[in-house]
C-alpha cells in the first residue's frame, strides 16, 4: 500500500472536459494514461492551498482511508477557508475534538468519482440543483453559479469549487472556498 | 451486558435484500488494474436472490463471533432511520440481483473453488449491531448519584465544545433529538440534571487509531465481497460500526487503520434510487463500460455499481466490481 507522502511531488491533473452528450465518455485525466496515478491521500498532501486538510485527514486516520481500496470524492476545504473560521478553525484542530472533525471531514466526502463536467451534465440534465450524499448520513446541494459550481450543505452552508479537480487513483479532490459542514455553535 | 438503546425511526423506504450472483470468486486482485481489461458484466440473474440466506454461507469463514451477525453481504438497508427497527438479518422476498465484474478468463477459476451462486444471495451484515447508544458511564467512568459526569463536561468550556448535538450530526438520525454533549471522543445522553445516561463512541475519537475497540462492540462478520473489496483479510482483524471499517490488531484488539467509511444506503433492484445520487460518479477505471446512456444510467455506492433506468430511475442490477 502507498505511503501517505505529504510533501511528495504530486502532479495536479487537469481534467479533460467530458463528452457533452455521455459522462461516461469522458476522456481520461491526463496522468491517468502513464498508469502512475497517485491515492486520494498523496494527491491532497500534495497539493498546495491543502495543508490544513492534509493535516486533519492525517491527524484523524482518515488519510488511510484514502490510500485504500474505496472510491471517494473529497470536497476539499482550502487553507483560506479553515483560516476563516477563526477561533473555532483552530479548536477543531485540536485533538480533544478530533471526533467533531472528523464528523465535519465526513460531511465533505462523497462516494465515487465526481467530476466539475459530471455535475454541470447532472445539473443541466436536471435543469436545477442536484443533490449528493455525502458519507455522514447527508447530503449535499450542488448548483450552478455562472460557470462555478455552488455547494450547499444542510445547515445552509455554502462554498464554491475553486481550483481544479485533483484525479487520484481512488477518486476525486475537488477544492473548496468555504465548509459545508460545520460544527454547531453554543 | 450492556444495553444498546438503538432509536426507533420509522421511515422504511424498502425492505432489504439479498443478492443473486451468477459468479463468484475473486478477480485479479484491488490495485492498480482494477479495470483494465475486464468484460462486460454479465446479465443480472433473475434466478436466485430471497433474502433467506442467513449463515448458510459462512462456513469458509470461520467461527462466527456471535451466530446473529453470521450474514455476509451487503445489507441493504431499508433506510438510514430505519436503524433502530431491528437487527433481524434475514428478510425473506427481498432480492437485488446482482452481476459481478470479473474478467471472463476467471470464471474457470471462480468455478474451481466451488463456490455456487447461492454463496453470494445474501450481501447483507448486521449494520445496527454496533449503532446505538449504550446505557451508562463509559469504561472508567465512575458513576456519581446515579450519574456520572465526563471530566471535560464538569467544567466550563470554551467556544463551540459547549454546544448541544443532534447525534445525526455525527450520523446517528436513528437516535432522534435530546440532549446531547461531547467530550473527548464520546457523545454523551445527557439527563436534565446534566448526568450522564448513556453515551456512544465516535469515530475519531473514541475509535481512533491505536484505541481499543470497545469489549461492547460485538464484531460484525462482513460480506465476503466487502472483505475482498476492501481488503479486509480474517475476520480478527477488522471492525465494523456506524458505517466505519476498521483494521484491528487480531491480538490486542487494537485499532491500527480506518479502512473504510460506507454510505450503507439501501439499493434493491426494482425499486427506486435512494436519494442522493444525481451525479454519475463511477469510478474512473469502470467508466468506459458502465457509461451513460438512453438506456442506462449507473451509479456507484459501497463497492457496487448501480444501473438504473433512466426514465423510472428504477434499479435494473447491482454490479460487484471486484477487484
Redesign the interface.
Known sequence: MQKVTRFAAAALVALVPLGAC?????A??AA?SD?ARETLAAAIGGAPGLTTLSDALSG???A??FD??????VLAPDDDAFASLG??GK?LTDP????????IL?GH??????TPE??K??IAD?KGP????T?????VT?SADGDAISIAGESGARAKVDGEAL?A???VVLPINGLVKA???? | MRKFLIGAAALALAASAAHADPGNGKGDG???DKGGGQAAAGPADPGNGGGKAKGGDKADRGPSMHSAKADRGPEMRAD?ADKGAARQMGRPNDRVDVVRDVRTERRADRDVRGIDRDDMRDDRFDRDGNRGLIEGCPPGLAKKNNGCLPP?LAKKR?????????P????Y?SLGDGRYQ?D????YRMDNRGSVLGYIP?????L??GNQWPEYFQPVSMPDYYVD???LGAQDSYRYAD?VLYRVDPQTSAIT?????????QFNVGQSL???????????EY??R????PDAN??????YVYQVDPETQLIAAAIKLL?
Open positions: 455521455s459522462q461516461g465518455a469522458d481520461p485525466p491517468e498508469g484523524a486516520g482518515l488511510d482511508v485504500g481500496p474505496g472510491s471517494y470524492t477561533e473555532d479548536a480533544a475534538n478530533r471526533a467533531e472533525l472528523v464528523a465526513r466526502i462523497l462516494p465515487g468519482h465526481l459530471a455535475i451534465q447532472a436536471k442536484v443533490k449528493m450524499r458519507l455522514a448520513d447527508s447530503t450542488f484525479v487513483s481512488n477518486g460544527a454547531p455553535k453554543s | 484491488k490495485g492498480g438510514k471535560g470554551d467556544g463551540y465544545r459547549d454546544a448541544n448535538y443532534r445525526s450530526w455525527f450520523g438520525s461531547y473527548d471522543g464520546y457523545l465516535l469515530l475519531g475519537g473514541a481512533s487509531v473489496y476492501y481488503n458505517d487503520a480506518i479502512a473504510a467509511l460506507l454510505t450503507g444506503d435512494p436519494m442522493g445520487y444525481d451525479v454519475y460518479n463511477v469510478p474512473y467508466r468506459d458502465y457509461a451513460e446512456g449507473y451509479r456507484y455506492s459501497d463497492g477487484t
